[in-house]
């Protein structure tokens, strides 16, 4: 058995912190594991990293990239955690990936509406965390996710990859630097990255174009490629992103998707990109081509029914309100029906049926007493809501004064590193002349 399936197994049921059980093993990566855990806030995400010696955790990183980027897209950060060998993340619990509701559909592909939505909405979160002078690096459909209550929200994760690209001060981007490693993953990673340059802004963007095309066609032209080691297979996948024409690629769909890869692709290095240009070519597919709107009617979402009791039967919403709220407000609007339909029975009432109507007044006042009582127990659930809340705040507060000088280094550290790269391309360079 795999080490961490095994120490996935041990983990279950166990409880952390005299508040957090592991309730169900949600998935496995390079360097750790997640779990969906219970506790008495409600449900949340625990994220194990086991600790490598002399080197960066790369779940630090990804938790001080949240808290800096926290907005909407964003799964918030409750806290990161050293026990032991591990670092521990404790986040927002989400729904599926987008992965995962690909393999769910019927046919194994999204509707062109669905894919349209969804760019629109990776647009909006990638615009947010390039402003705050991030790029991510990792575009794929396994980092964009549902909200757990709320499935027309999505969100963008996994930031263990995500680096800043330009100073936070001066707003100047970095020389783009060449014979780079890979960093992403391949089959979606941008044809410049595929080169070994430096990546910014368009290359998180052009990313996206492959993703929407993959969800589209359900596949993508550089899947499957056979070869004996990563090197071959990565000159195989630049060599038919760079041959396959976007028109080639999205053969069949709108002229939209092909201008979206092709202004993407034609970039610059340091160039801003024009996200409202970008997000009216998806605008235009949903109002112009399919004659719908904007409205985030997602393939998984049938109805807003559908919707509404999803949200009702989980424990926390995506707002942070407790589902008994919801449950009382449905039992105040039940009630305040029923105010009115007495209210418009006793103004037709006779004089001889004064007696009923005084009947239905006492009706009246028993139920607003009930209004009361139920507004009453609402309250408390807000305000025991709010100071959980203010408790996350306080805790992401204390956790982004204690990463800001970290934050305000990153660009120095970055520097150092380069320079650094840069004196062992030199002495290279040196050695080689000696030869000769």
């Not at 330009?166 to 783009?176: A, F, N, Y």
Request: net charge neutral; hydrophobic share 30%; charged share 30%.
């Amino acid at each position: 058995m795999h080490s961490n399936q095994k120490v996935g197994n041990q983990l279950l049921n166990t409880v952390f912190f005299n508040k957090y059980r592991l309730v169900e093993k949600l998935g496995e990566g390079t360097f750790g594991m997640i779990f969906k855990c219970e506790s008495s806030d409600g449900l949340c995400a625990f994220k194990f990293e086991k600790k490598r010696p002399n080197k960066r955790s790369l779940l630090k990183m990804e938790s001080d990239a949240m808290i800096a980027l926290k907005g909407p897209g964003i799964p918030r950060i409750i806290s990161y955690i050293e026990e032991g060998d591990y670092n521990i993340m404790i986040m927002e619990l989400l729904g599926k990936s987008l992965e995962g509701l690909l393999k769910a559909s019927p046919d194994k592909k999204l509707s062109l509406k669905t894919v349209c939505l969804l760019g629109i909405e990776m647009l909006k979160i990638l615009k947010d965390i390039h402003e705050k002078h991030f790029i991510h690096r990792d575009i794929k459909p396994d980092n964009f996710a549902i909200g757990y209550s709320n499935p027309k929200t999505i969100y963008l994760l996994d930031f263990g990859l995500a680096k800043k690209y330009r100073s936070s001060k001066t707003l100047e981007q970095k020389p783009m630097m060449k014979n780079k490693k890979l960093t992403g993953t391949a089959r979606y990673a941008s044809i410049n990255a595929l080169k070994g340059y430096d990546q910014s802004r368009r290359d998180d963007l052009e990313s996206v174009g492959y993703v929407l095309a993959y969800l589209l066609r359900g596949n993508l032209p550089w899947q499957g490629i056979v070869v004996k080691t990563k090197e071959e297979k990565y000159a195989k996948i630049l060599y038919k992103k760079q041959y396959i024409t976007p028109e080639q690629l999205l053969d069949g769909y709108p002229s939209e998707l092909v201008n979206y890869l092709k202004y993407c692709k034609y970039l610059e290095y340091d160039q801003e990109p024009d996200y409202n240009y970008l997000t009216g070519l998806f605008v235009n597919i949903i109002k112009n081509e399919l004659k719908e709107e904007v409205d985030y009617k997602y393939d998984w979402i049938k109805n807003d029914i559908d919707l509404q009791k999803s949200i009702r039967e989980n424990y926390i919403t995506e707002d942070g309100i407790n589902s008994s709220y919801l449950n009382n407000t449905s039992m105040i609007n039940n009630m305040n029906n029923s105010i009115s339909i007495l209210n418009n029975n006793s103004s037709i009432i006779s004089n001889k049926d004064k007696d009923k109507e005084n009947n239905d007044n006492t009706n009246i006042n028993k139920i607003n007493d009930k209004i009361n009582n139920i507004n009453n127990n609402n309250n408390k659930i807000i305000e025991s809501d709010n100071k959980e809340t203010n408790y996350y705040d306080k805790v992401i507060d204390e956790n982004n004064l204690k990463n800001n000088n970290k934050n305000n280094d990153l660009d120095k550290e970055e520097d150092e590193e380069e320079e650094e790269n840069s004196k062992g391309r030199k002495r290279k360079h040196a050695a080689c002349c000696f030869l000769f």
